[in-house]
Each structure stands twice: as C-alpha cells, then as structure tokens.
C-alpha cells in the first residue's frame, strides 16, 4: 500500500507470525511432552526458543525498518501505543489471579482448617491439630518445617534496585525528550543493569532459601505462593530486561527522536508495571 | 521456512502496490488481509463445529439407552470434555471472530484491522491449538499415553492431579487458546478505538461494533486468570506444589474460583457477539431502526461489568458463607436486567416494523424466543435453595444448551446467511435456508426440551449410563440430536453452493431491501474489494450507522 | 400456505411444548420427587415459584412475538412506523423495562433468601446441650465420607470401646450390580443407611479422594464432599415420612461416577435404635476376631477375602480381577499378585497414585483379601498370608 501520512499502513504479507505461532507451539510442545520424561520434549523446547529468537529479529525488524522508512503516521503509532496498554492490561489480571489466590488462602481457607469460617467443621473433624497461622505448610505440614525469607534482607535491597530502576529509566526518557542521546543510552545501561543485578540477588535468595531456610516449592501453600508470584515476577523482570536491552541497541544506532520513540515508551511501560508488582509482592508476600 | 521463502517475501516488498492477494498458499498463510483471516475462522470455526457435533451425537448415541454400549466410561467422559472445550473454544469463538474480522473493518470504513500481522498470529494459533486438544484427546489410546482426560471441561481437582499426561496436554493447548483470544481481542479494540472514520462517534458505531468492543474487553480481563488457573494447576501436578491440596494448606475450591472467574464471563462472551448479529438482522428485516441503541449499549456495559463479579453460581454446593452466597445469588438474578432490556429492545424493534422473513430473521426471531427461555432458566439455576437440586444435574445441561445454541450457535449462523451474499457476491439458496431452519430448530428442541425434565426427576449429568426411570425422555432427546445433526449437513451444502455455483443470482450491494443505513458495508460492493475501505468513507456526522 | 405452516410451526413448537410439557409433568411426576425434609419443602416452594413466574415471563413473551409476527408483516401490507422509537415510549423504556424487572427479580430473591437464611448455616449445638435452641440444634451427627467410588457413613456418636481405642460405627455402602439390583438398576446399594425420622441430622460430607456430592432428591439438597474439608448441612425427616430414598453421585468423581448410588432407610427412631445396637454387636464380633491370634485356614481366608474384595476391590479390579487398563491394572497375572507377598501387603497398605492406601482395614481383612487375589482367577499361588504378616508390613 502507499505510504502517504493520510493513509494507514498495511502491511504487506509477512512469514513472521507464523514463524511466531512455530516457536511458539513447539515450546508448549516441547513443554508438555519434557514434563512427562519424553525425550524430545527438551529438544522441542531448544527449536522453539531459537525460532523464538529469529522471529524476534526478524519481525521487529521488519517493523524498525518500516518505521525507520517513514511508513508510519500517527495513527499506526497510536495502534501500536494501545495494544501494549491493553496488552499490559491483561498481564495485571494474569498477577491478579496469583494475588487473588494469595488472599483466597491466607484469609479464607487456611482459616477453616483452623476451625473459623464456613467450613469450620473441618478443623473438629479432621485437622484439629492445625492452628490458622500464615505462614503455613498446612495440615500436614508438608515439606517439613522451614523458615522465612528475611523481608529487610534481600527482598528490601531488590525493592530499592527495582525502584532506582524506575528513576534511571524516566532520567532516561528525559534525556530522550531533549533528544541527549548519551543520558538516554546511559540511563537504560544503568537500567537493564540494575535489572540483571535483581535477576541475579533473586537467585541467590532462592538458593539460599533451598539450601538452608528449608524453603521449597513443596512447602505447602506458603511455598507454593511464594515461589509461583516471585517467580513469574522474576520471569518478567527477565523479559522487561530483553526488551530494554533491544530499545538499549537502538538508541545506541540513533533510532528514536523525539516524537517517535514507541518502542521505548511500551518497553519503559513494560518496566513500570514490573516495578509496581514487585512492590505489591514486597508488601503481600514478603512483608505482612 | 527455507531462504527462498524469505526471498520471495523480499520480491513481493518491491511489488508494494500490487492490491491483490497473494497466490497460492502463500495467501493464506502469510496473510495480513481481514477478509482472509476472517474466512479462515470461519472455516476453521465451521470445521470444529463438525468436530464437536460429531462428538455430541456419541455422547447422545451411548445416552439413548440405559447401560453402556459403545464407550468405557473414561472414553465418555473424554469425550464430553473434548466436546465443550471444541464448541466453546474451537467453534464458537472462531467463528465469532471471524465475523468481527470480517465486518468491524467494513462496518467502521477500515482499510484493515489495526494490527494486521498480528491478526494473522492469532488466527494461525487456533489449529496449533486444536492440535494439541485433538492430541490430549488420542495420547491415552498409545501404550503409556497414561489415563484419559475424565474431567470435564471444568477440570476441577483433584480429578485432574490424577489425569494423566493428556492433561499437559490439554493444559498448554488452553495457554495457545488464551494467547490467541487476547491477542485478537486486543486487536479488536484497537480496530475499534484508532480506526474508526474520521468523524465516527463512538454512538455511530453499528451494534455488532459494540457487542465486539465489550467482549474484547471481557477477554482481555479473564482469559489471563483462567491461564493462571491451569499454570496453578500444572504446578500441583508436577512440582509439588499444595494450591489445590488440603494437605499442604490448599483448597480445591481455588480452583474453582479461578474457573469460574473466567467461565462465567466467558458465556458473555460466547453470547455477546450474537447479541451484535441480532442487532443488525432484526432492524433490516422489520425496515425500521434498531430501537433502544443508547439503552442496548448501556446494557452490554453493565452486563459485561455485572458479568465478572457473579462467578460462584456455579459452586454453590461448595462452601461458601450465607453472605457470600447470598451476594453471588442477588448479583446473579440482576443479569436479568440487562439482558431483559435487550430482549425488549429487539421485540420493540420488530412492534410496528414491516416484516419478512428470510432466513436470517427466522432464526433471529426464533433466537430471542428460545433464549429467553434457556435465560429463564438460568434464573432459576441462580437461586441458590433450588440450585441446590438442580446443580450437576440434565436441568443444567438443558439450560447451557438452550443459551448456547440459541444464544450463540443459531445467532453465528443468522449472521452467516445475512453477511454469506456480502461476502461472495452471490444470494443463497432460500429455499434450502428455510428447510435448514426448521428442521434446525425441530430437532434442537426436541434434544434439549426434554432433558429439563431428566433434571428435575434426578439425573446427574456426565454419567455414562442411568437408571431405567430415565429411558423414554433421553430416546427422544437422542432422536432430537440425531435430526439436529443431519441437518446442518445442509448448512455445509447451502454454503459451498453459495460459494462454488455460478448459477445462483448475483447479490446487490445493499443485498436486503431493509439493509439501507443499517452498517456501512453495505456500501461496499458485493463481494467487496480485497482492501476494504482504501479511501476513507464520506459520514455525515448526525447520521447513525445502525443506531436509533 | 407457507404462512399457514408457519404460524403454525411457532405456536405448536413453543407454547404447546412448553404448556403440554407442564401437565406432562404433573402426569408422570416428573418434577422434583416430593420432599420430605422442610428444608426440602422450602426448596421446592422456592423452585416452583420461580418456575411459574419463568412461564409467566415466557408466555408474556410469547404473547407479543406470536401478535408480532401475525400483524407487522410487510405481506400483508404494513408500512415500518420510523417514529416509533421516538415518541415517549422509546425515550423511557429503558428506566420502565429494568424497574419492572427488577421487581420481579427482588420478588424471586427475597422469597429465596428467607430460606436461605433458615438452612444455610447449620446449628452448633446438640439438642441434649444446655440451653440449646429448639429451633437450631441437631440429634446427632452423620459423616459422610466420599470415596471413588462407595459412600461410607459415620455414626460418630455410636460404637464401642475396645481396648480403650473408640469405634464408631461404620456403614459401607457399594453398589450392586445389574442382576441384584433389578428395576433400581444403578440405585441399589448392598448396605444402606438407616437414618431415624423425625430427629435432626447433622450431615458432615467429606471425602477420601476426589469431589464428589452427596444427592438424595427427597431430602431437598446436594452437596459437595471434598477431600481435607468438611461441610455441614442439616436436615430431619419428617416424623411420617418413613421409606427409602434413593440418590447418586452428582459430582464427577471419575471412571464410575454413574455408579455411585445412595440409598437411605428412613425408619422410626426405635428401629433405629435396634438397628444401631445389632451394628454395634457386630462391629465388637469383628474386632475379636480380627484381634484373635487363630491360625487362618486357606478356606477361611478365601471366602472372608472374596467378599471384602468384591465389595473393595472390584470397582476398580473387577470383580474377574480384569482390571481396566490402563486406568487400573488387571490383578489376574499380575507381578506384584502372583510375585511376593511382602511387596502385595505393602501395595494394598500403602497404595500409590489412584490406587488408594487401606491401612484403615484390619489385619484380618486384608490377609484374607490378599489370600482371596493370590489364589483366584487362576492366581493359584496356593499362598495363606496370615494376620501376623500384614501386622509385620505395616
Ligand atoms: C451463552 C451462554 C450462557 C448464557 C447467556 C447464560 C446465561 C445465564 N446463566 Fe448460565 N450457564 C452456561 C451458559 C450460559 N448461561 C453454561 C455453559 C453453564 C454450565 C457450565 C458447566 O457447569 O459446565 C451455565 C450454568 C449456569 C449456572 C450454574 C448451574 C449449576 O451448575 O448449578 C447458573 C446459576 O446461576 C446460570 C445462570 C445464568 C443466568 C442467570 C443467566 C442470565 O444471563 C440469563 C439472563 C436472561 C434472562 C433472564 C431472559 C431474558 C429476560 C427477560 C425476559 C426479562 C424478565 C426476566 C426476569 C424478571 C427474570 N448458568
Ligand atoms: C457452544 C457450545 C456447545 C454446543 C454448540 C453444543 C452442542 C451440542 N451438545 Fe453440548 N455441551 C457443551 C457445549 C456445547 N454443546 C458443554 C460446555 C457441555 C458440558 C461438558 C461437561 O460436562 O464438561 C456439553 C455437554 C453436553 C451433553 C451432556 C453430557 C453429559 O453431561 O453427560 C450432551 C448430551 O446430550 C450434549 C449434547 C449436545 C448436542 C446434541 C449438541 C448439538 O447442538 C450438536 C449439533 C450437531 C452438529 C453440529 C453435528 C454436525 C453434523 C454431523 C457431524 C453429521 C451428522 C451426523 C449424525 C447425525 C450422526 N452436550
Ligand atoms: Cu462420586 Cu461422582
Ligand atoms: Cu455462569
């Protein structure tokens, strides 16, 4: 189609999302077939990741090289600024269901094994040892005694990482807006550092937890919340990272000026909604 | 992908103003058109309809006579899942999709949908998908493929901790179903928000512009929450995890909850795009505009809000404190406002109107009959005393198939027969139309009628096999089934002579005589022009396209 | 002629259904069976009202589609009124419509939550308690426990004192198969449970597995057991009432969900009494013999064993031992039946993944169904495992 700032961009025919619906498959293949012990599961999985990889590349650039191209007007920019939103929309739900789950336990069915609520039958007749308490490996104590993650140690330490990340990524924008190209790409260095120092405290606080706190993914429903919410936290921590880093590479090459810089806003978005889990997570899970 | 693909792809770059489609596979695998994504969902949506209806006349074939006749009782139980994760997910939704592809654009004057590659991303997730459910449905018949999927589609634990390794299966082919319907339905909105022509107000847009927007959101909203659910349920099978184990301080009831908070929206959104087809047919036959536009869209608002916070009718045999069940029972009977007031607003439209009725009204009319009545009875399933005899019963199954046909299947073939001269240029054949219709509608009642009173005298559902008390009333049903059946084989013929004869008359652009004003696509040519609206339509900012 | 046809199809298909189905109803009573609980009672008012006023809504429906489709037919010449929707009428339905339906759904919810707030939580106290409340305490409890796929109750008021260890009396209710169970095929059990009219019954529902719920229609209510939680419903038999009543499974608890039928004796409280005492006499016999240090014979063993693995085993071995691969492993053959006897006790004490765990069975019990598996079906291993070899493997 033309290109005339009137007229919206269609884009021509593209092998890029059906290389995406590949990868795609092939990891949840792969997945499915790995959990089960079949052999090819893992290899499915690799395949995936690395068509994962090449489709990244190869349909982002498509759309840089378009962009770079003037094909864009306004209009495309706005759809594009709106389905993040949209599509970060469903991602809070995604986290709204774990907390949600959170609060299902914590507030309503740990208290009927402990003999109030509803249900409290159950602790006269079956669990009358159990005493409601938060945490808990519930009734059977499964996985054994363990002990808590210390709120003021690393996870407070994280906070104020993923926090400072936030500033250094709107220092960042700022130097966008006045197109300084040198604090631009210095505040997102700056970032995606912090980011990968968060990645990596994380993991060692889960080592630690492992090794010696006793605190497994097996530690009944306290462990179970406390590793499913971290954990997809930390996975997105690692994609919001991928994406800065790309953002990183271009303002490096001089990509973005003042009034087109998408891709930097959506990731910076991106960040931003990371932050404000991880504060939820640092007051929900870590702190009360 | 070989390095010639990607070769081509750079020839077809430079020839950038080649308008046409692309030949051959190619067409339909790189697509970034809406006409052809929209056909492909159709197609594929029509494809599963078969798939699932082949299933349900199994299941009515082993209920037609108490004791077991064809199935093991697991195979049954797989059976029925595969049956309404396939309905739900593979036909119903596809197929509700497909229109929107093919009509948002052209109702809104679009050149396109707003995120053209990624529509093809969604589409071509859905066979992915189906793969992996057809898969999770065969793993169990090869030597250590482990047990089969005896569930349900609500895969309640502990039931599905049992499973074996079709439930991985199942569990990621939901993922690929969730991604795809976010990734659509954010699309949508988008369509529906940047693309519309200059100078559409949002209180221009056509109703079935509305019902999409809404349904878009709702899925945006719960889809992620049903994935949660089943990653949840992923963990407890394979890590340990307790979320749904007593045990470890869990409770299986969670899952429900998460279920829920994403099914009962979920009929919404299986209902709502049908509500926007009813919109468009019923003002065009009765030649009269739509009555209530302003109160028709405030009700889909406050459905769809009122929709996400009434979920645990579903569990109310589990337990639940006197307030929480109080409030999901109040919530719950207030839906019949909003939709009350559509039902209204649609009988309004036909009062004083000057009727015809082809095929799309037919069914349009016999659709708030029937839907009505299936929602009188999900009234009565929301008052919690007498649900508590009717739950897990037939009265259930009665009433989800007197919402759903009606409500959503009967509603997405409506549209079918109005939009079918739209898209191929061509009038159906009306004769073959109104003889699908009756008998359509003859066996979907007398399949489903009956199974109310099953209900009420004690019939569980999802058994295999029943106590003779049952017999008279489960032969006619499977009788009904087996009619309702047959008869969409003539849906299948009705719509590849539409497409492949050459003798059938050649539509209009305006294809109805009530059609004027009632949408833009029926200022297009028919078939329309593979790139919908190159040029942005002239509106008259006071007109209502579809509205009252 | 088409016309004719039509007016006709839509008025028999819909109101002559939907009418006719009523009487049918009343004829073969196909409504709900009649209540005999007053919870039941309240239920069932609740349901009927609610499924009056649904006809009502339907028939008014139906009234303004039948006038509709009769009278604006282009056919017959009528014009489209394109004003309609803008006189006063179109301008305020949409305030007319929801208030009269909402009063008709505050009509149906106030009626519904009067009993609701009589049934939903049961009482705390027994009746014998000081100052209990007449009106909300019960007699006794009931636990009902769910298992894949039989019921076992729970007096846990009854049962005797042996060794200073307390038993409550237990009830195992199986299904019987097509040939004992006749015209109530699939709602026949071999042990029903007896329940005193005119007392009220705390029922506790739990389960040992899976979900599953408990559903006798008469008795007005279902509800789900689920395994780790215990739910309390509570209801008393009308004094007249006596009777069998019959209900199954409503949950879907997996391969034999249909096959888990329920089956209550209602009786007077004194028969109910005799029938407590006869159940405590045999329950105290057992605990003897299963405490006695008797050698068992191969006989003995086989017939006690056949018994207890028909009505423990066989729903998922088979009564032939055939299994249902793959789901459950056939026992006619199979290594761990025909291979040592230690690894067998262990299987059956311990069980593994669906296969559940029977530590709760005696000594006796299990030596005799171990003996019964290792010797039938052509299993002629000729084995006797005594008492004192299952004692030693737990
Ligand atoms: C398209 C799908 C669809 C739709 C639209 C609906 C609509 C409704 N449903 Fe239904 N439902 C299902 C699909 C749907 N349902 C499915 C699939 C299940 C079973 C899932 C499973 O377990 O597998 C189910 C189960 C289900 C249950 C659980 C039953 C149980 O398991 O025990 C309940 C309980 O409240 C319920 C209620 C309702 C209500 C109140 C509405 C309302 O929205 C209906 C509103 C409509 C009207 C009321 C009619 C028109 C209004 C008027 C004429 C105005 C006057 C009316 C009054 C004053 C009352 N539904
Ligand atoms: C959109 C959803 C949808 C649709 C369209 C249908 C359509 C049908 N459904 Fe289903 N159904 C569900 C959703 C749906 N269902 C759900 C959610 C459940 C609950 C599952 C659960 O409990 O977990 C369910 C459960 C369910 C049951 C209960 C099973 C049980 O509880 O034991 C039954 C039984 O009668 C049934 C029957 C039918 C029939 C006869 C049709 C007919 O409408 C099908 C129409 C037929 C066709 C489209 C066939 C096409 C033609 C051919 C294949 C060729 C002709 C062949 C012959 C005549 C042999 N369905
Ligand atoms: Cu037990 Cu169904
Ligand atoms: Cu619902």
Redesign the pocket.
Known sequence: MSTSPDQYYIPEPSKWPIVAMLAIFSILMGSALAINGVGIGSFLIVVGFVLLGYMFFGWFGDVVEENMTGKYNSQVDDSFRQGMFWFISSEVFFFATFFGSLYYVRNISVDWLGGTGYLEATNEFITSQFVSQWPTAGPSNLGGDFALVDTWGVPAINTAILLSSGLTLTWAHWGLKKENRKQLVNGLMLTVALGIIFVIMQAVEYMHAYSTLNLTLESGIYGSTFYLLTGFHGFHVIVGALMLSAVLGRSMKGHFTEENHFAFEAAAWYWHFVDVVWLGLFILVYWM | MSSTAVETMDSAHDAHDDHGPMKGWKRWVYSTNHKDIGTMYLIFALVMLFLGGLSAMVIRMELMFPGIQLLEPDLYNNIVTNH?LIMIFGAVMPAAAGLANWMIPMMIGAPDMALPRMNNLSFWILPAAATMLILSFVVPFFPGGGTQINT???LYPPLSIKVGMSMDFLIFAIHLLGISSVLASINIIVTIFNMRAPGMKMSQMPMFVWTWLVTAFLLILVVPVLAGGVTMLLFDRHFGTSFFDAAGGGDPVLFQHLFWFF?HPE??V??LPSIGVLSMVIPTFSRKPLFGYMSLVGSMIFLGTLGMVVWA??Q?TIGMSYGAVNYFMIG??L??IP??LM?FNFIATMWRGSLTFETPMLFAVSIVIMF?FG??T??M??VIPA?MQ???SMF?VA??HY??VP??VLALFAGVFYWLPKWTGKMYNERLGKLFFWTNIIGFNMTFFVQHFLGLAGMPRRIIDYSVQFTEFNVISSIGAFIFGLSHLILLYIVIDTIRSKKLEKATAQVWEGAKDNGLEWDLPSPPPYHSWVEAPKLDANAKYAGS | MNGMWKRGGFVLLFTGLWLGAMDVMAEYGLNFPDPVTRIGKDIYDVHMLTME?ATW?LAV?MVFMVYILFTFRKSKGYKADQNFHKGWFGRWSWVMVPTM?LM??LTIAGSAQSTLERFWNAPKQFCSDEGADPDRCFDMNVKIIAHQWWWEYEFPEYGVEYDGEFYPITVESRPTDKETSGEHYLRDVDNPIVLPVGRTIRYLNTSADVLHAWWVPELGFKRDSIPGYVMETWAKIDADKTGTYRGQCAELCGTWHSKMPIVIKAVTPAEFEAWIEKKKDALLASLIEANSLKEWTLEELYTKGESAYNTKCSACHRPDGSGLPPAFPPLRGSKIVVGSIEEHIKMVLNGKDTMPAWKMLSDLEIAAIVTYERNAWGNATGDVVQPSAVKAAR
Do not use: P, Q
């Open positions: 309404a349900g589609w609500t099914g009929v919404y299986l209902l009718h579903h109310y719950t009977i839906i019949s939709v009350g039902k009505v929602g009188l999900g009234v399933l929301a649900d009717y739950h897990d259930v009433h989800f919402v759903l409500g959503a | 006023i809504l429906v339906v008709v759904d």
